[in-house]
């Protein structure tokens, strides 16, 4: 009798000795066998190096293969990767070239004589998923998973189904290998709820009363294929953090390859607002950064003083799709609720110009192109600031920017070109932002004159009501608290 679903355990379904180990060259390790004999729809096998995750990958794709409509794919970050010699790809064929499976060079994919299939894919590109979008898998694995972006693994998640007429007992499931560091770090740390220092115990994740994920742990001395000693003596060579990554499979960051490496989210939190500076000597400015129809648009807020050492991060926002117009508006609305802008810049390239334009000429918005010059030299600057507490970004207004500075990587070892596949549109408006504000005396800014009249007319009418409504600029922070936070915040019930 089959065991219902969600509550099934995948040995329960066809026995240790069941016809598809056949196509296994060495029975699953204990670790292994914890890992996919689990049912749930996510499961995470691996932590440090050498804990046997490609082949817990290869044996939970085999789970399937006795179901004729049965498909799986499993995937590494490049081509390259996946056809190294020992890696995943070139695994299978060693498992399986003698076995009765067939083999399609042309989309890299095992026939089983059942008809069921286990095919390999890469992902060498940011968009590269989209080329899965009409496909239906009951297993997708990705090995070495920190090498992957989040929407790239969600995206290919969302292709886990399956029909009517397909056995309503075999779950459908998504499956990755991994280590600590690369691009996937933080959001797989955070999907799994890996303490910093790894874990020796199996984590699971309930949801409604169902077990959803599943992290297991392996070390080297788990796998009992490999030589352990000598693998050790091998990592003995890396870099302390790398060492503990890979060999005691702790997952701390590796910051070394990330473009803000010198962010620190205890060097940043609201209590480090300084508290006795006069409310009159607080200055703000305004930074955009352009998205267009499918990308976002970040909206940036920093805060400065000529009388206070540091800058403050204190406002970061970001919309999809947002028009020239909507811009506009939610420019003036910031504006107002910080009570006035000593500054606003945005990105003019690209798509960038035209919204400039418009928030000049038909909303007389005084905003300028930002300085994009030297871009390279001013991550270096504030990574500096940064570093000594001269720039601190308070996470509670800013998160979009403390997840993307705590996530984005350089695309190689010489740090010239941020990654492609990653998000900075929070990170460069706060960049231009930052690079503007000034610790003196600023210019008075000008507004440009309308073309039309009536326009003018009905800003300098709209001006006058913004003055007789205004808040009262009181505030023990020297920072107008605007509106109510959404969750709030402890001591903090509302917004600037």
């Given amino acids: 009798m089959i065991p219902p679903s969600g509550s099934l355990r995948l040995r329960d379904l066809w026995g ?47 789970q399937g293969i006795d179901i004729p409509q049965y498909s799986a794919i499993l995937f590494r970050r490049t081509f390259q990767d996946l056809r190294l010699a ?53 297993m997708v694995g990705f090995d070495e998973g920190s090498q992957f972006f989040e929407n790239q693994v969600l995206y290919l998640l969302s292709r886990c189904r399956k029909t009517l007429d397909f056995p309503s007992w075999m779950p459908i499931r998504h499956r990755m290998g991994t280590n600590p560091g690369g691009v996937g770090h933080e959001w797989i740390k955070h999907r799994y709820k890996i303490p910093d220092l790894g874990t020796k115990n199996i984590i699971e994740i309930f949801k409604g009363g169902k077990l959803t994920r599943v992290f297991v ?16 003596e091998q990592l003995s060579e ?34 480090c607002l300084p508290k006795d500076i006069a409310v009159k000597e607080w200055r703000f400015g305004f ?10 648009t970040s909206l940036a807020v920093c805060a400065y003083s000529p009388h206070e050492p540091a800058v403050y991060g204190v ?29 606003m810049v945005g990105d ?29 030299a001013y991550i270096r600057l504030m990574n500096g600031e940064l570093s000594n507490g001269r720039f601190r970004v308070i996470p509670d207004f800013c ?27 929070s990170t460069d408006s706060m960049l231009y932002c930052w690079r503007e504000c000034r610790h003196y005396a600023t210019h008075e800014r000008t507004k440009p004159k309308l073309e039309d009249p009536y326009e003018q007319r009905a800003l300098e009418e709209a001006e006058k009501r913004k003055q007789l409504t205004a808040v009262n600029w009181e505030d023990p922070f020297g920072m107008r608290r605007i509106f109510d936070m959404k969750d709030g915040v402890e001591g903090w019930n509302v917004r600037w």
């Fill in 217 to 232: 742990p392996s070390l080297a001395v788990d796998n009992p294929g490999l030589d352990v000693p000598d693998y050790l």
């Fill in 287 to 296: 930074a955009m950064d352009y998205g267009s129809t499918t990308d976002k």
């Fill in 16 to 62: 240790a000795n069941g016809p598809n180990w056949k196509y296994l060259p060495h029975a699953p390790s204990p670790k292994q066998n914890e890992f996919i004999n689990y049912a749930c729809k996510e499961g995470c096998f691996g932590g440090a190096a050498g804990g046997g995750k490609s082949d817990a990958l290869l044996m939970a794709a085999l």
């Fill in 238 to 271: 890396l870099d302390e953090v790398t060492r503990a990554q890979l060999e005691r499979g702790e997952w701390i960051a590796d910051s070394s390859g990330l473009v803000y490496f010198a962010y620190r989210p205890e060097h940043c939190d609201i209590e």
């Fill in 399 to 425: 998160n979009e920017w403390c997840q993307q500075a705590k996530s984005l990587m350089w695309k190689n070892p010489n740090h010239l070109i941020e990654h492609p596949g990653q998000h900075n549109d």
């Fill in 348 to 376: 003019a390239g690209g798509l960038g110009a035209g919204y400039i334009l418009e928030m000049q000429k038909h909303w007389a918005i005084p905003i300028e192109p930002a300085q994009k010059r030297h871009k390279l």
């Fill in 315 to 343: 406002w970061c926002e970001e919309h999809k799709g947002m028009s020239p117009s909507e811009a506009a508006v939610r420019a003036l609305e910031l504006e107002e609720q910080f009570g006035g802008f000593e500054f």
């Fill in 86 to 138: 020992g890696s995943l790809m070139d695994r299978a064929h060693t498992w399986w070239d003698n076995t009765g499976a067939s083999w399609n060079g042309d989309d890299k994919t095992f026939t089983f004589p059942t008809g069921a299939r286990i095919g390999f894919g890469y992902l060498d590109g940011p968009r590269d998923h989209l080329r899965y979008q009409s496909a239906e898998y009951h």
